[in-house]
């Protein structure tokens, strides 16, 4: 960032199946805190976020709400954009996948790589994720079924299919991580050389099971092929400056990007298939890919199921948009999981924002108006406080480092002490003694402590800019390029002042402020969760069930109880499951040996009387009693029910 005029940086393209949350939140807010520091250093920012919205799991979850993909699309798109517009995310383009121009972009992105040799047609046969959106070879699935980055089932796919070699670019990938050392952090980086390294298999790049994408350019002339999301989604990054398009001065000005922010469960994409898909079309590869942790709650992975998904809106209407921020910034090293408690989010802003932070404004403007009138002379500073001052310099000549590393929480950190260090030395020097004795060291306290207040509030902006410009009111200056130069840079010290009175910034909050939410537990064998408030859940959400047929192996009684059975039934896993079910009273144990029942295979393991229960039968009760569901011909153990 430090070497260069203009500062490209992006987030993930949203995926239009889901409202956005604190994971959402996360990256967009990261995004905006490096932009609005670019811009504040006078750097030609360019900030680009948005939707992505082609693929079988948008066209699926629009068919079960009974919309068309596009009007389901416009729809969420909607939300992210009103969220973003009301959280003032400085973003500077707002690109959807579905944009005319985009597709325009892609197709010709297609045709480039086509014309090189480094797209061919083939037949794709594997399994897909249709919630990664993502093909897996039978080797990297979880027993030869499940999503080895979500955990879904998997589908199996034939169909033809055009790839991208990306084989071929193996070694030069290998040789910008070298060379460039682009992935934030190390360890991350780390993780994917290592993938590199085991080797690259051409990708399949487009498909032909659904239409809900963009149509292959008309030179190829193969109108049953849309093109695969994640080629259609990374190519945002370029079509939002125009690539493709008759007008390329921005992509001539911002390309490279400087920055792409991602989550770790999209890295692969981004430090993988992205540099090769641009070797491919001959642009330059960007300079950073930062990869930062996932968020859960309370130490639980977030899930609708369990209803315990963070919505930022409320956190951030609860709590103040800024110190929300703050807290996500602060609380968690960048690249690390982070777990959202709300004590947490409330000690930080009792301990760091209010009594650290706020306190000391409220001390400067109490001891100035008690004092001075509210006069504030820094003229004496370096006289009485050189020392002092250094320190803090030295503190933030720091800080802009860390940046460039993605060291926020580290940034944060440091630049807290700068406050510490204030508080401290008004703490020793007793101002209300210090005032009878030496009033002008008295005033040359209260001129270092206005000048660490107008030092952190720059390096605060970014992450806190409302905020921060109340505390610039307040100290008579502005918070803007010019006076970054003079104050940052140049470490001007500040001219003779009245400091104005304000509300305190940051209340004390006294008790949790959030609708209390209690983690669900797995539903029970009978109860049955509703997932919405209409009833209504998506197709992912039905694919999370496993159900599977099994074979019954052994029945019996359960002592003492009236209700169940303890059966052993075979699902070809190898090893038979123990399920307990409560049918004692429909059937007996030897009317279902050797009988076939369908079976959820993926509850949690519960206890029933004592037995762990490893499954749950599917069965039909009404008025003339129960029937378990069975498929019509025999089926090899473990056959999934779709
Ligand atoms: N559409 C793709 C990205 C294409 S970019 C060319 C996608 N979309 S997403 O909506 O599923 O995820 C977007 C971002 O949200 C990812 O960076 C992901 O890591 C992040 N998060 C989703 N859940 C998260 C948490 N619980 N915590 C932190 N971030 C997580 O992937």
Redesign the pocket.
């Known amino acids: 960032m430090s070497d260069c005029k203009k500062f490209y940086l992006t987030t993930?393209?949203?995926?239009v199946n889901?409202v956005a949350?604190?994971?959402?939140a996360?990256?967009t807010i990261i995004a905006d805190s490096v932009a609005r520091y670019a811009r504040l250093k006078g750097m030609d920012t360019f900030f680009l976020t948005g939707t992505?919205e082609h693929g079988q799991k948008i066209e699926e979850a629009a068919k079960a709400r009974g919309k068309t993909p596009k009007e389901y699309a416009d729809e969420v798109s909607g939300k992210f954009k009103s969220l973003w517009d009301e959280f003032e995310i400085s973003y500077d383009k707002f690109i959807r996948t579905t944009d005319e121009e985009h597709k325009k972009g892609v197709q010709k992105a297609f045709e480039i790589m086509f014309e090189k040799g480094d797209i061919y047609k083939g037949e794709y046969e594997g399994n897909y994720c249709v919630s990664c959106e993502t093909f897996f070879t039978e080797t990297q699935l979880i027993d030869k079924e499940f999503c080895p980055d979500c955990g879904k089932p998997t589908r199996k796919l034939k169909e033809e299919s055009y790839f991208f070699k990306l084989s071929k670019y193996e070694k030069d990938i290998l040789n910008w991580y070298k060379e460039k050392t682009p992935i934030i952090p190390k360890a991350k980086a780390n993780e994917v050389i290592r993938f590199v390294e085991d080797g690259l298999r051409d990708l399949s790049i487009t498909r032909t099971s659904f239409e809900w994408g963009v149509k292959l350019p008309e030179s190829i002339n193969d109108p049953k092929h849309v093109v695969y999301v994640?080629l259609d989604?990374?190519l945002?990054?370029i079509t939002a400056l125009g690539y493709g398009s008759d007008d390329e001065t921005s992509m001539e000005k911002y390309w490279p990007a400087d920055l792409h922010i991602?989550?770790?469960?999209?890295l692969k994409?981004?430090a993988i298939y992205w540099p090769a898909f641009l070797m491919s079309l001959g642009l330059e590869l960007p300079k950073n890919i930062a990869a930062?942790?996932?968020?859960?709650r309370d130490g639980e992975k977030?899930s609708k199921s369990k209803g315990n998904v963070i919505n930022p809106k409320e956190v951030a209407d609860a709590y103040g948009l800024e110190n929300f921020r703050y807290f996500m910034l602060r609380e968690v090293p960048f690249g690390a999981d982070g777990d959202f408690s709300e004590k947490a989010l409330i000690d930080r802003i009792n301990n760091d924002l209010a009594n650290e932070l706020g306190n000391l404004l409220n001390r400067i403007i109490g001891m100035s108006y008690k004092y001075f009138d509210g006069k504030i002379d820094s003229k004496d500073v370096k006289k009485y406080y050189l020392k002092e001052l250094e320190e803090v310099e030295t503190i933030l000549d720091s800080l802009e480092p860390l940046l460039y590393e993605m060291q926020i929480h580290k940034y944060l950190e440091e630049l807290w002490k700068v406050f510490s260090l204030a508080n401290k030395t008004i703490q020793d020097e007793k101002p209300w003694e210090l005032i009878k004795e030496n009033p002008e060291k008295t005033m040359a306290l209260l001129g270092l402590v206005a000048n660490i207040l107008n030092r952190g509030s720059f390096m605060l902006s970014p992450v806190m800019p409302k905020t921060m410009d109340k505390i610039a009111d307040s100290l008579n200056y502005k918070i803007d390029t010019v006076n970054y130069e003079k104050y940052i840079k140049n470490k001007n010290i500040l001219d003779e002042f009245i400091i104005k009175k304000t509300e305190p910034l940051f209340p004390k909050i006294e008790k949790p402020l959030l609708k209390q939410v209690e983690v669900k537990k797995e539903p029970k064998e009978e109860t049955k969760e509703v997932k919405n408030e209409d009833g209504i859940i998506t197709i992912d959400e039905f694919f999370n069930v496993s159900l599977k047929i099994g074979t019954v192996k052994v029945a019996e009684e359960v002592k003492k109880s009236k209700k169940l059975l303890r059966l052993e039934v075979d699902l070809g896993e190898g090893r038979n499951r123990q399920i307990v079910a409560g049918i004692k009273e429909f059937y007996s144990p030897e009317d279902l040996v050797g009988t076939q029942v369908a079976v959820v295979a993926n509850l949690k393991p519960a206890k029933l009387m004592g037995m762990m229960s490893e499954g749950m039968l599917l069965a039909a009760k009404d008025e003339n009693g129960l029937h378990l569901l069975r498929p019509e011909a025999p089926k090899k153990e473990g056959t999934p029910i779709k």
């Open positions: 993930p393209i949203y995926y889901d949350h604190i994971g959402h996360y990256t992505d994640w989604a990374l945002n990054y991602v989550g770790k469960d999209i994409f981004h930062h942790g996932w968020w859960t977030m």
